[in-house]
């Protein structure tokens, strides 16, 4: 009997069967070890993409393998839900954002299903969803309890086309919105904040704690939270009010000669004289239409105004000017600098430009810099001068050095005190949009802002909702929902109107999965403390700084509200590379070429130009015709095909260069596997012989026991599937080539295939598996141990040199002595060839390596 390889059906019918036992169910044995797998749950756009089917099969396979070797595993599988995709297609096509959220949801999760992914599916959470959101609201509320969430009036990013704020991170280098590529403006709003800050300086230091994390990702989150180390000085207006700076180099405040305060600094209008209230106030207008990003680019024109004020520098005593510019921001530091132009590039700028005193303070070895005359500021090493106490010390941070001995000094003196800064600001997490989970408040007239009680929760969306895609959000035009009475005096009240950002909903929905039906809580500190951290996290780089550092704050806030008892959420981390395909680049005009409009693709030009055209690997994108889509290829070839050949083609963390005559020779493997079982099932041996192994029988035990060792090894640490998945192709050609397919062995080789296979292509493995005659699942086998007798090695191969030429090899005993070795190099026929009728004159034994005769 043999049978043809038909994936449609065997997958079709494995998933079908295994959905009905439960196979993927999670294992609540505490007597198990635990294993935590998790990919990061997708965005229900509708379509599943090569960049998913890549991060969820390397995770399935994580999952898998840790099953067999005994651990209880839990993998599961969600919606980041909510979002401005399901809004705009409100707006576009009139269909509300829940019915067009959960279609797609519906959609992808069969598209998933037919991935063979071995999700626990009753686990599923979905973040748009009211017994999730719930929950939300409740962690928001902590927060809230907490101090930990406020609002505050501040400039934000607004974007004129969307009608939203958007965070820092969604403009681009070019101050556009990421999604409508609208030019940001600046507003001032009042907006919700979470005090992420106060987490900074514990975010910096468990990072330590994640030797498990690539650590390019770890350098990124240091790099986003930014330390510096300083001090905080207070500076005295003329008329007595504090102006505090923050400086990282304290040593030079004796060449600070003008001030600079942010546009926005509360006491900008308390310091503008009237002979400059007019030119201020322009000057503040101007800068409130500008973004961030406009406003600090390095070679912009310095631009500012003075306010008419002075301020004493309060170690020189010296009568300094106040100015204001937009380079310097309210949200960093304290919105006011103090400047040295002599040591600052950019204060120097600015000084020559407004005709401002530059005083030296760091003289550098060997020359005599002058105010007056130097040309460009010197940022660099020297020794101090004119700096009263700190003169002669050198110049830069560390011990002895004048940083160190500034901060002591303005300690000493009660003139400042040293500091630590950070990059990182509190979080902005209101958004003026519908499609969001909405912030559990109240604003009461008489009470202020009042939480939402936990028993009234969750705040519902209203579903009845007109999209007209302009003005304020849709919630804040619903009168009914918008009045309630207040829930502390009951009186007349409104409800918060802002929606929280759906990183928010990301960052716990981890937290939610080993307890995801709870009814009465987020989740059940037992539960979620006994699966917790996650033992093995999977996804996209692009998600390297926010994401992650998001969920390691909410999990610091809940573990300091006893409701979690571990520091850090994610143990190991693997940012998978992108998929790419080829795409056709027009080199002169940059436009990309569909495939199909180009006449011969051996030598590919642009239709319109006739230029000959590039052919670029890039990542899959509509815009650059390259996109491949997993359906068709799990139509043409099944699911595991495709999941061989992305293990296959590349390490996980390296991109992945589509190639469909690799993905036809993983479907040929997998044939190649599916005939060797089949075969062998067929020719109905039994499989008999005891006592000594043959050669060919040793040497086919020693070809499996190698395969389990090494597809171990690759599985553990650094996960190389692409090796494991050569191991897996060398042991079938093994079994193929064999002469002894009657032996035990060769049983012993087709089952330990067919185990070491299952986690990369499930569904024939269990197919095979079954037909061997098992009537329980091969993914409830052990994970195969290997046997360190049948790995030894009782012969190796012997390299045969004639004059130091290497002629070939023979096989020959291990540990065989140096005599022996050139015995039965001399026999050899090989040797025989070329020494055959000539004298030798000299043999040369290497042993263990080779033998080298020298001729005449
Ligand atoms: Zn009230």
Redo the contacts with the bound molecule.
């Keep these: 009997m043999e049978s043809r390889y038909n994936p449609a059906e065997i997958e079709e019918k494995w998933q079908a069967a295994w959905d009905a036992q439960g196979l993927d169910q999670t294992l609540e044995n505490p007597s198990k070890p635990k294993f935590y797998a998790l990919s990061m749950f997708p965005y229900p756009s509708g379509n599943l993409h090569m960049g998913h089917v890549r991060n969820y099969t390397i995770t399935d396979v994580i999952a898998r393998v840790q099953r067999m070797r005994g651990y209880r595993v839990l993998h599961p599988m969600g919606w980041d839900a909510f979002g401005l995709p399901a809004e705009n297609a409100a707006i576009d096509r009139g269909i509300a954002p829940a019915k067009w959220t959960y279609q797609n949801v519906a959609q992808m999760r069969a598209q998933l299903k037919r991935l063979g992914l071995s999700y626990d599916w009753n686990r599923e959470v979905t973040t748009c969803s009211p017994d999730y959101y719930k929950w939300t609201q409740w962690i928001f509320l902590q927060f809230f309890q907490a101090g930990l969430a406020y609002q505050k009036e501040a400039a934000v990013n607004w974007d004129p086309i969307d009608q939203t704020v958007l965070a820092n991170e969604q403009v681009d280098s070019e101050g556009k919105s990421w999604r409508s590529g609208a030019k940001v403006e600046r507003r001032l709003l009042k907006q919700w904040f979470l005090k992420i800050t106060d987490y900074a300086e514990q975010l910096l230091q468990d990072l330590n704690q994640l030797d498990g994390w690539p650590e390019r990702v770890r350098l990124m989150q240091e790099n986003w939270i930014g330390k510096s180390t300083g001090a905080e000085v207070v500076f005295k207006t003329e008329a007595g009010d504090d102006l505090t700076v923050y400086t990282t180099r304290p040593d030079t405040l004796w060449g600070a000669t003008f001030m600079v305060l942010s546009p926005e600094h509360p006491l900008v209008d308390k310091l503008t004289t009237p002979a400059q209230s007019a030119a201020v106030a322009a000057y503040k207008a101007e800068a409130a239409g500008k973004s961030e990003i406009d406003r600090t680019a390095e070679d912009r024109e310095k631009t500012g105004v003075w306010t008419g004020s002075y301020a004493i520098n309060p170690v020189s005593d010296e009568k300094i000017p106040v100015w204001i510019a937009d380079y310097v921001l309210m949200g960093y530091g304290t919105g006011a600098i103090m400047a040295v132009p002599a040591h600052d590039q950019r204060d120097f700028e600015f000084a020559r430009k407004f005709g401002l005193k530059v005083k030296v303070v760091v003289q550098p070895e060997g020359e005599t810099l002058d105010g007056d005359t130097m040309t460009v500021a010197h940022a660099g090493e020297g020794v101090m001068v004119h700096s009263g106490p700190l003169d002669g010390i050198p110049a830069g941070k560390g011990a002895g050095q004048s940083v160190e001995a500034a901060v002591k000094w303005l300690e000493a003196n009660g003139k400042g005190k040293g500091t630590a800064n950070y990059r990182l600001r509190d979080w902005l997490i209101s958004r003026q949009r519908y499609w969001g989970c909405p912030i559990p408040v109240?604003h009461?007239?008489?009470?202020?802002t009042?939480p939402v009680p936990d028993d009234q929760l969750p705040v519902t969306l209203p579903e009845q909702v007109e999209f007209s895609g302009r003005g304020p959000s849709p919630l804040a035009k619903l009168e009914d929902w918008v009045n309630v009475p207040?829930?502390?005096?009951?009186?007349p009240?409104k409800r918060e109107t802002d929606t929280m950002d759906t990183f928010i909903c990301s960052s716990w929905y981890f937290l939610r999965y080993p307890d995801a039906r709870n009814e009465s809580a987020a989740f059940d500190p037992a539960k979620t403390n006994d699966w917790m951290p996650v033992d093995q996290y999977v996804g996209g780089i692009e998600h390297a700084i926010l994401h992650l550092l998001y969920s390691r704050f909410f999990t610091k806030v809940l573990r300091d509200r006893h409701l979690l008892n571990f520091d850090e959420p994610f143990k190991r981390l693997l940012t998978q590379g992108m998929v790419q395909a080829a795409a056709y680049k027009n080199p002169v005009t940059g436009k990309y070429i569909a495939p199909a409009d180009i006449a011969d693709l051996s030598d590919p030009r642009d239709p319109a130009t006739g230029d000959r055209l590039e052919v670029v690997f890039e990542k899959m994108s509509k815009s650059k015709y390259n996109g491949i889509d997993p359906k068709d290829v799990l139509e043409k070839y099944g699911a595991d095909t495709a999941r061989m050949f992305i293990l296959f083609k590349a390490p996980p963390e390296k991109d992945l260069e589509w190639d469909d005559a690799d993905v036809e020779g993983q479907f040929r493997f997998l044939n190649r596997v599916w005939r060797l079982v089949t075969e062998f099932q067929a020719s109905g041996a039994k499989p008999q012989g005891s006592g000594e192994l043959t050669k060919p029988e040793k040497d086919l035990r020693r070809a499996i026991h190698t395969a389990i060792k090494e597809i171990t090894e690759d599985l553990e640490g650094d996960y190389q599937f692409n090796t494991a998945v050569s191991e897996l192709m060398k042991l079938s050609n093994a079994l193929n080539d064999a002469p002894c397919k009657e032996s035990p062995v060769y049983a012993e080789g087709i089952e330990t295939l067919l185990a070491l296979l299952a986690p990369f292509a499930p569904h024939i493995a269990e197919e095979l598996w079954h037909l061997l005659g098992h009537a329980d699942s091969v993914h409830h086998h052990a994970w195969p141990v290997a046997d360190p007798e049948a790995l030894v090695v009782d012969e190796i191969p012997l390299v045969i040199q004639i004059m130091g030429k290497t002629r070939g090899t023979i096989q020959v005993p291990a540990g065989a002595d140096a005599q022996t070795l050139e015995q039965l190099a001399t026999e050899s026929e090989l040797a025989q060839r070329y020494i055959e009728g000539k004298t030798i004159k000299k043999v040369v034994v290497v042993p263990g390596k080779l033998v080298n005769f020298v001729v005449q």
């Design positions: 109240v009461c007239p008489s009470c202020g009042v207040c829930p502390s005096c009951g009186e009240a």
